[in-house]
């Protein structure tokens, strides 16, 4: 053992010795080329100067083109900013252009069948489409020619219209009374007070003799009821029935309790609390009533004025002892029609109108008027015409409080009347009636201011109101005042369901009938050329009235 480490320490000591940098050896030389090392390493350090600023460029260059490349899209976000911008300016444009047509189209909508674009109160303008040459150039008399035609001619008593009213009205109470005095209250019809209503209660009563015209509104006997549907309640309903309604006949404990005793079998042994064992509802109870026809459920107007001209028969016959003249019905189409003959030879008119009023409205509904206002008959007997002129009579007594004192409207209107009357007896009756000649009046009251309607202006209102009328003529569009007419003041309180309605056209039938058309306008253009004629003819002669009031009725 001490023999290995001796060797091992022997080949230690000889590998410190024999180790070149403790004990360099004496034939050990420096490079002798170490100018050539220096140039070598100074080439080296040149290359890597060479390198290094190729880096450096390569860097430089790649900066350059990322600030390039984010310069480019800022650039194109920019201009995708702009590109938005643009767009939503063009957006905002298209979007307000679109709601300006809309505006102006609606605006077209509401006022292009307007008299005016104007309400009550604005200024006084031109109506819309009487520019140019309207009335074909004819001219109408001045205002001291049509005021002294007016003073003479038509300007009547108002002491002989409130006679004949009072007499007309003192007569008629009486006969209802009679009337009512005959039905049964369990069986028969209950027939309400008459209202007056029309020109005579308007006070612009042109023709001779004064006419009356009453609404006798009338209800049916216990447990039924009426239950009016207008035309406009139905989401489709055909052109020739717009204007006009149905009643239908319904019992009133069914259609209030809604007791389902009738339409379902109880049996023996259970009972009815609401109807008891004698009062059961029966189905189809409602299409019993004796004035609807067969198994329809509505009222047929047909047996309601046949049921109304023989109850006025029977109650002038239990009350004809007490008077000293005849009673007789004026025409066989139209029973309501009504004439006192009296002794002397002289007559008096007048009209008792069976109607129903719609829920608690002025608004009513009449089996016939003798002066039809859509120009045609119903289309079956169970379509009840509307009428509105108790709203009339409302309008025009509302509107004249607001008018100046001694106002020309209703003077225009008599006028127009009279004209329209002396024309239909030289050419013959046309389709244009005082109704049509009202509702133009109407619609001008609505859009005049109350200053215009002063008397001295009575010829600039008779050729506005004439000229309204030929506009409407030429366009066969005469829309009604109240029935869609949003301009209607709401006080008059006419029902939701006929303001919501669309506007109902009185001149639609002429769309159609074109040889009526033709006819109707030539007619109208014929009265306004002999209009100058006869208000200077009637100015110097007046008629006779043959149909003037006695001046003393003998009541026994």
Not at 41 to 53: F, N, V, Y
Request: glycine share 4%; aromatic share 8%.
């Amino acid at each position: 053992m001490a023999l290995g480490l001796f060797r091992v320490c022997l080949v230690v000591v000889t590998a410190i010795i024999n180790h070149p940098l403790l004990f360099p050896r004496e034939n050990a030389t420096v490079p002798e080329n170490e100018e050539e090392i220096i140039r070598q390493m100074q080439a080296h350090q040149e290359k890597l100067q060479l390198e290094q600023l190729r880096l450096e460029e390569e860097v430089a260059r790649l900066a350059a083109e990322k600030e390039a490349e984010k310069e480019a899209l800022e650039r194109v976000a920019e201009e995708g900013q702009q590109q938005n911008e643009s767009r939503a300016a063009w957006d905002l444009w298209s979007t307000l252009c679109m709601i300006l047509f809309l505006v102006i189209e609606v605006w077209r909508q509401d006022h292009q069948d307007a008299p005016s674009p104007e309400c009550l109160g604005a200024d006084e303008d031109e109506l819309p489409g009487l520019e140019g040459a309207p009335l074909r150039g004819l001219t109408l008399p001045n205002r001291a020619t049509l005021d002294h035609f007016y003073e003479r001619c038509i300007r009547g008593a108002p002491a002989d219209a409130s006679r004949t009213r009072e007499f007309v009205e003192g007569f008629v109470d009486d006969l209802l009374e009679a009337l009512r005095s005959l039905c049964s209250r369990d069986t028969d019809m209950e027939v309400e007070d008459f209202i007056g209503v029309d020109s005579m209660y308007e006070n612009w009563q042109v023709n001779k003799p004064l006419l009356c015209d009453l609404f006798v509104p009338f209800m049916p006997p216990e447990p039924y009821r009426f239950h009016p549907e207008l035309w406009c309640s139905s989401r489709s309903v055909p052109l020739d029935r717009q204007g006009y309604g149905q009643i239908k006949v319904v019992r009133a404990d069914e259609d209030t309790l809604g007791c389902i005793c009738g339409k379902t079998k109880l049996g023996e042994d259970m009972l009815c609390l609401l109807h008891g064992k004698n009062n059961v509802v029966r189905p189809g109870s409602e299409a019993e009533d004796p004035l609807c026809v067969g198994d329809s459920p509505y009222l047929d107007t047909m047996r309601v004025l046949k049921w109304f001209q023989t109850a006025l028969t029977r109650a002038w016959h239990r009350i004809n002892h007490k008077y000293e003249f005849d009673l007789a019905f004026g025409q066989l189409d139209t029973p309501g029609s009504l004439k006192i003959r009296f002794r002397s030879g002289k007559f008096m008119p007048f009209n008792l109108i069976p109607v129903i009023q719609y829920d608690d409205s002025d608004l009513y509904l009449v089996s016939h008027l003798t002066r039809e206002p859509c120009g045609g008959t119903p289309p079956s007997s169970t379509d009840w015409l509307l009428s509105f002129a108790v709203y009339e009579r409302h309008f025009l007594r509302m509107t004249s409080k607001a008018l100046p004192e001694g106002a020309c409207h209703l003077s225009c209107l008599q006028i127009a009347s009279f004209l329209l009357s002396k024309q239909s007896r030289l050419t013959g009756p046309s389709r244009l009636s005082n109704y049509h000649l009202k509702t133009a009046l109407l619609h001008l009251l609505l859009a005049r201011r109350p200053a215009a309607w002063k008397a001295e202006q009575l010829d600039a209102r008779l050729h506005e109101l004439l000229c309204f009328l030929e506009k409407s003529l030429l366009e066969k569009k005469l829309h009604h005042f109240f029935i869609g007419n949003c301009k209607v003041p709401e006080a008059m309180g006419l029902p939701e369901a006929v303001r919501r309605a669309e506007p109902l056209n009185l001149f639609r039938p002429f769309v159609l009938q074109r040889s009526v058309y033709r006819k109707t306008v030539d007619s109208f253009y014929e009265m306004l050329k002999n209009a100058p004629a006869l208000i200077s003819e009637y100015s110097l002669h007046i008629p006779s009235d043959h149909g003037s009031l006695p001046s003393k009725a003998v009541i026994l």
